[in-house]
């Protein structure tokens, strides 16, 4: 993709080094620099930094709007992308199943899902990657999950098991069961066999996963959980390297996990509707206990920048620690140096939100313009050498 041509956004309130400033900010070649520039005038706006989001499914809509409803991978992907930009994400993280469930989530579909990305990338906007969730069952499949991570550098992982859940489900909703078996092709019956074989293998799980482990430390691949329940489950990750606590369930996983400098990660659907739609802890609640590091937008991209509107609303947070929740905080857990603050030298990832309305207008990740609207646009367009446009 086209980058922009050197500018400098003037009159607009930029977070910067923390905190909100009345100054210009100004980039070139994909990179927050200095320097007199071309200028657009954003007077009335917030540029903040590009909201960088660590786990997110919604792309499986993308690719399947209905469970007999698929499209081709590639265009799924390129739908996901634009969906992403509009709401302001400039580095994501698609969030895919490596599970005994089959269909979406099975391995075949993960291999499928990062070949279809890898043809994708050149043509999207957004910086986007996968995450594996890998289900800590699947114990056979672990030279195929690094052969996979090897072939496309693939670097975060997170490890859950859903046993229990399809467990409970079944006992107490099998309509639920059944409606999930028909979900990924299979019978109920079918469905009930995978999960009893999965369980089946328990005792073989811990040295799966630490061989799993070990390997991800030598391949510089970043790993965590994800439901954590309780403290126990955490801390028996946390040694073994898997120190991101994604999602966990309850306040003792996610005091267990601060306990020992382990990161949490929360959604951020769960804060916009003020609690969990799985019942689990509110999220909003442990960011007001200092349990929570970052938001993720989980099945929902516009959630992002909604739930740190809705911390600044609640008084829970200012925007600088509220916006830092979906930038600065999901940069330094993922080691991403280059971005998550509008400081030089670091990528040209910034959000343009009108000050009023609170609408995202314009998107630019790494110096290309990923969304544009409303006025942004037309004060963009004001200035033909904003967009690279030859002036008559």
Known sequence: ???????????????????????????????????????VDLTGYYVLPGIIDLHGDSFE??????????????????????????????????????????????PAQAAAVADALAAARPRMTTDIRLQIRCETHLVDSGAELLALIERHRLGYVVFNNHLDQALEMRRDDPHGFALWARKVGRSPEDHLTAVERALARSREVP???????EAFDQLGVVYGSHDD?????????????????????????????????????????????????AGNVPAIDMIRQGLCDALVSDYHFPALAEA???????????????????????????????????????RADLVVVNAETRAIEATIAAGRLSYLSGEAARRFLRQPQALGIAAE
Do not use: Y
Request: aromatic residues 6%; proline residues 8%.
């Open 308 to 346: 740190a509107w809705t911390l600044v609303d609640t008084g829970t947070l200012s925007l600088p620690k509220a916006w830092a929740m979906i930038s600065t905080a999901p940069a330094e857990i993922l080691r991403m140096p280059d971005r998550g603050q509008l400081s030089p030298g670091k």
């Open 229 to 277: 329940p309780d403290g126990e489950t955490r801390e028996r990750f946390s040694m073994i390297g898997a120190r991101i606590a994604e999602f966990p369930t309850t306040r003792k996983a996610a005091a267990a996990a601060k306990a020992m400098m382990n990161p949490v990660v929360m959604g951020a659907p769960n804060v916009v509707r003020g609690g969990s739609q």
């Open 61 to 106: 809509r993308h690719i399947a709007p209905r469970p007999s409803a698929c499209f081709p991978l590639v265009s799924g992907l390129a739908s996901a992308d634009r969906d992403a930009a509009a709401n302001g994400i400039t580095t994501a993280f698609f969030a895919q199943g490596w599970s005994w469930e089959g269909g979406g989530h099975s």
């Open 207 to 213: 040295r799966h996963l630490c061989r799993l482990a």
């Open 1 to 39: 993709m086209t980058l922009l041509p050197p500018l400098r956004l003037t009159g607009a309130t930029v977070l910067r080094d923390g905190e909100l400033q009345r100054r210009s900010i100004a980039f070139a070649e994909g990179r927050i620099t200095t320097g007199p520039l071309p200028e």
